[in-house]
């Protein structure tokens, strides 16, 4: 649960988003940057969706780029489904989000109250399934590429993939490190 709501609200519990929910203007705030989260998470789903929709639907006119072999294809729709179910989450969690108040908030996470998972979830779920929509378009263009005859296809796909896996293990350290921060200051604090 801890996890959930570092990846939530920024917080490694529910104590410092409980006090944001006991004066109007910090609920404001609260509302505003998770209503954002869920923009862009809306507005990449959207363009992961046209990409891969693109993708899915067209031929490739380059040889040296072959993506309508089995192997991208398939990733391609994948990423497509995923992107789609993205989409479908987060509009409803913004509906949720901008109607929602400060008093109907406090009383869904009073203690025990089983609307808390809800809550956490209807920000994380729409992120994950774009991180993984991102993560199936990125492998299908590695494998589209990889399939090339061309040398010069190979290194830009291998350039391409170092810098993918640094920026990838650059963003996972920096959770990780953030993530322990606020653990640490959780415990400061009581």
Not at 55 to 65: D, E, K, L, P
Not at 141 to 165: D, E, G, N
Request: aromatic share 14%; proline share 3%.
């Amino acid at each position: 649960m801890r996890v959930l709501c570092f990846l939530a609200l920024g917080c490694p519990d529910l104590d410092d988003h409980w006090k944001s929910l006991q004066s109007e203007e910090a609920f404001e705030t609260v509302s505003s940057r998770l209503c954002s989260i869920l923009t862009n998470t809306i507005a990449t789903a959207s363009v992961l969706l046209a990409l891969s929709g693109v993708f899915v639907t067209t031929g490739s006119r380059v040889s040296y780029f072959d993506y309508t072999s089995p192997a991208p294809r398939c990733l391609l729709f994948i990423s497509l489904m995923l992107a789609t179910i993205a989409m479908l989450i987060s509009d409803p969690s913004m509906i949720r989000w901008l109607h929602t108040d400060r008093y109907w908030t406090k009383e869904q996470l009073k203690p025990g109250g089983y609307f808390m998972l809800s809550y956490l979830l209807s920000i994380v779920t729409p992120m994950f399934f774009v991180i993984f929509s991102l993560h199936f378009f990125i492998f299908a263009m590695f494998i589209a590429k990889f399939s090339s005859r061309r040398v010069i296809c190979h290194a830009i796909t291998v350039l391409w993939m170092v810098a993918y896996v640094v920026n990838v293990g650059t963003i996972l350290m920096e959770t990780t490190r953030k993530y322990a921060t606020s653990i640490d200051h959780a415990r400061y604090r009581q």
